[in-house]
T-cell receptor, first 117, second 112 residues
Framework: AQKITQTQPGMFVQEKEAVTLDCTYD???????LFWYKQPSSGEMIFLIY??????QNATEGRYSLNFQKARKSANLVISASQLGDSAMYFC??????????????FGSGTQLTVLP | DVKVTQSSRYLVKRTGEKVFLECVQD?????MFWYRQDPGLGLRLIYF???????EKGDIPEGYSVSREKKERFSLILESASTNQTSMYLC???????????FGPGTRLTVL
């Protein structure tokens, strides 16, 4: 079974609108971390936001927020007030086990977001 | 700011050549990682290192080796490059805690 599932290969959003990128995950660990990365066409992976499995509040970083629904095993990324520079591939990733355990990240297949002027 | 650099953005090599990809981080991070990224397959971990001279195999280590002689530097070695190793290679580093991985700009390797 896929550990990270991103069901939207491509998404379009109008500039200044909000957009939600879906991510569901599968793990039997109680302790895990969820990450979102942005990859522009230049290729570099840029860290956006992190949510720990024991964090009670949804993570926020500027225009990015993570809608964490633990029971549903979903960790959707919400981008508010989209900008043209947000056009990129977005990856959801999971680290199983506690932070500090030097565990690898498992990545989803990504969602290509295009912001329309 | 975390800075992870990779020796080349683009590299073209011939089949059978020995290829070195270098990664350097300037944040004193304990962990370093090498991934390859292919269309339709996403990012896959090749090797990682949690300390100097320590290494662990990832999901696809075959055909690769690594070296970590200094904390800041993690090298990926293709002993005898093959065409199926044409890919985008991404290096990352992280602290122990928090363990957010920070990536370099990537190296697009073409093996002819």
């Amino acid at each position: 079974a896929q550990k990270i599932t991103q069901t939207q290969p491509g998404m379009f959003v109008q500039e200044k609108e909000a957009v939600t990128l879906d991510c569901t995950y599968d793990t039997s660990d109680q302790s895990y971390g969820l990450f979102w990365y942005k990859q522009p066409s230049s290729g570099e992976m840029i860290f956006l936001i992190y949510q720990g499995s024991y964090d009670e509040q949804n993570a926020t970083e500027g225009r990015y927020s993570l809608n964490f629904q633990k029971a549903r095993k979903s960790a959707n990324l919400v981008i508010s007030a989209s900008q043209l520079g947000d056009s990129a591939m977005y990856f959801c990733a999971m680290r199983e086990g506690r932070s500090g355990s030097a565990r690898q990240l498992t990545f989803g297949s990504g969602t290509q977001l295009t912001v329309l002027p | 700011d975390v800075k992870v650099t990779q020796s080349s953005r683009y590299l073209v090599k011939r089949t059978g050549e020995k290829v070195f990809l270098e990664c350097v981080q300037d944040m004193d991070h304990e962990n370093m990682f090498w991934y390859r990224q292919d269309p339709g397959l996403g990012l896959r971990l090749i090797y990682f290192s949690y300390d100097v001279k320590m290494k662990e195999k990832g999901d696809i280590p075959e055909g690769y080796s690594v070296s970590r002689e200094k904390k800041e530097r993690f090298s990926l070695i293709l002993e005898s490059a093959s065409t199926n190793q044409t890919s985008m290679y991404l290096c990352a580093s992280s602290q122990l805690v928090p363990d957010t991985q920070y990536f370099g700009p990537g190296t697009r390797l073409t093996v002819l």
